[in-house]
């Protein structure tokens, strides 16, 4: 049987695609990248905000439109706070709430009757992840969240905290690493609170993993400010341990913060920003940062504008503020207009562009070793142009003859210019 998994939200969603993909295969089945090849389609819900949930029903009508004769399976975020709306829309076979994720695939064959076929079965791994073109892999070590910020939905739908064994987290990089995967993306809902429930921490889990693997990167996904660890950024003396952070602010005034139930204020991320980059050059901090929070005024979001300037990131992910049924922030009072999110919004995009140019030129000059993906453009002249990533995450590419292959190798690469949507390099000889 042929499988189609899709995705939409987090990296979390990402990392739990992934263990899908290889339970399947173990099971003797195969992942397909194309819809129309698949018996099975497993979609990946998110709910993050009113139009994620949206998106979520749209996506699974649309692939039901793709493909009628296949099985569709539906989980997440999405699937588990509208249960009843999303097990009604047309095609739906069966809804896995975020509390039975991990029994998805053993739920999936058992309840819609689709047979494995040992016999045909094949080590899980290197078929499900570049399959769907990754030389990287995202891997989950905890889910749900203990904190209940007033704009999140996310900790209502996933539940409480649980923090993954640390031998477990090892032995799924180490059995990555052997099928060829080159870098491991930590995640989790609350990656800063991993080890909570299970009497251990952060920097123990990356401790351990540096020590007990040899996967050559290792890159941490989003991680709430205000956790971090006594000798966190120690770690990243370790060049495997990748030079970014994306750390959530949400907002730049310390009032806002307040009523998003925050626990950072801007004082106490400044210290963090400035202690990563004093202990590493050219590191990379991006972050989120919501406009138009309810009762924004004119003054809070100069403050956060101007906290914004003066600290500066590599890349801003901006999300104009969105009533999220279910959440306390839906309900409070001076909900802002459109007009002035839009406007908000626009000035803070022009911003977040001019400091992300302004941080890609101060790595120019520099050589870093790079990891080059599988996407690639042919161009004239017989040449290729390879993309990938640097260790601080920034977008690269390079142009090679067309019968040189650089895929899923780490080679060093010296940072020449800044092009519209990447930075063009040479490799190092």
């Known amino acids: 049987m042929q499988i189609h998994l899709k995705t939409l939200g987090c990296r979390l969603n990402e990392a739990e695609l992934e263990t899908w993909a290889q339970a399947f295969q173990a099971a003797g089945h195969g992942v397909t990248r194309n819809v129309a090849d698949a018996q099975l389609v497993v979609i990946n819900s998110c709910a993050v905000t009113q139009d994620a949930a949206r998106k979520s029903k749209q996506l699974i009508r649309r692939i039901h439109r793709?493909?009628?004769?296949?099985?569709?399976?539906?989980?997440?975020?999405?699937?588990?706070?509208?249960?009843?709306?999303?097990?009604?829309?047309?095609?739906?076979?069966?809804?896995?709430?975020?509390?039975?994720?991990?029994?998805?695939?053993?739920?999936?064959?058992?309840?819609?009757n689709l047979d494995s076929?040992?016999?045909?079965?094949?080590?899980?791994?290197?078929?499900?992840?570049?399959?769907?073109?990754?030389?990287?892999?995202?891997?989950?070590?905890?889910?749900?969240?203990?904190?209940?910020?007033?704009?999140?939905?996310?900790?209502?739908?996933?539940?409480?905290?649980?923090?993954?064994?640390?031998?477990?987290?090892?032995?799924?990089?180490?059995?990555?690493?052997?099928?060829?995967?080159?870098?491991?993306?930590?995640?989790?809902?609350?990656?800063?609170?991993?080890?909570?429930?299970?009497?251990?921490?952060?920097?123990?889990?990356?401790?351990?993993?540096?020590?007990?693997?040899?996967?050559?990167?290792?890159?941490?996904?989003?991680?709430?400010?205000?956790?971090?660890?006594?000798?966190?950024?120690?770690?990243?003396?370790?060049?495997?341990?990748?030079?970014?952070?994306?750390?959530?602010?949400?907002?730049?005034?310390?009032?806002?913060?307040?009523?998003?139930?925050?626990?950072?204020?801007?004082?106490?991320?400044?210290?963090?920003?400035?202690?990563?980059?004093?202990?590493?050059?050219?590191?990379?901090?991006?972050?989120?940062i919501i406009v138009g929070f309810p009762g924004e005024t004119e003054q809070e979001w100069q403050d956060s504008f101007n906290y914004i300037q003066s600290t500066g990131f590599g890349h801003i992910h901006i999300f104009s503020y969105s009533p999220r049924e279910g959440t306390k922030a839906a309900g409070l009072p001076d909900q802002i207009s459109q007009e002035i999110k839009k406007q908000r919004s626009k000035k803070l995009h022009e911003l977040a562009e001019t400091m992300k140019q302004d941080f890609v030129r101060s790595n120019l000059g520099h050589a870093m070793p790079i990891l080059w993906e599988g996407h690639t453009e042919p161009l004239a002249n017989d040449m290729t142009r390879y993309f990938g990533y640097t260790p601080n995450y920034l977008r690269v590419a390079c142009d090679?003859?067309?019968?040189?292959?650089?895929?899923?190798?780490?080679?060093?690469?010296?940072?020449?210019?800044?092009?519209?949507?990447?930075?063009?390099?040479?490799?190092?000889?």
Request: charged share 25%; with cysteine.
């Open 66 to 112: 793709d493909n009628p004769q296949a099985k569709l399976v539906v989980s997440g975020c999405y699937a588990t706070l509208n249960e009843t709306e999303a097990a009604e829309l047309m095609g739906v076979d069966l809804i896995v709430s975020n509390k039975d994720k991990n029994q998805l695939v053993a739920k999936t064959l058992a309840e819609l």
């Open 117 to 288: 076929m040992p016999a045909m079965s094949t080590e899980p791994g290197e078929v499900s992840l570049f399959s769907r073109g990754r030389q990287r892999a995202f891997v989950k070590v905890q889910d749900g969240c203990r904190y209940r910020c007033t704009f999140c939905i996310v900790t209502v739908a996933r539940g409480e905290e649980q923090s993954r064994p640390i031998a477990d987290v090892i032995a799924e990089i180490n059995a990555l690493h052997s099928q060829g995967i080159n870098e491991a993306i930590i995640t989790g809902v609350h990656l800063g609170g991993y080890g909570g429930d299970i009497a251990s921490n952060l920097v123990e889990l990356i401790t351990e993993i540096l020590a007990k693997t040899e996967i050559p990167r290792l890159r941490l996904g989003s991680l709430e400010p205000w956790e971090l660890p006594d000798g966190f950024f120690e770690l990243f003396k370790n060049p495997r341990l990748m030079p970014h952070l994306h750390l959530p602010l949400q907002s730049g005034s310390d009032s806002v913060l307040r009523r998003m139930a925050r626990r950072c204020k801007t004082e106490e991320f400044g210290q963090i920003v400035e202690l990563a980059r004093a202990t590493i050059p050219h590191f990379n901090i991006t972050t989120d």
């Open 400 to 429: 090679v003859p067309a019968g040189c292959s650089l895929e899923n190798q780490v080679l060093s690469a010296k940072l020449i210019s800044l092009e519209k949507d990447f930075i063009s390099t040479s490799l190092e000889q």
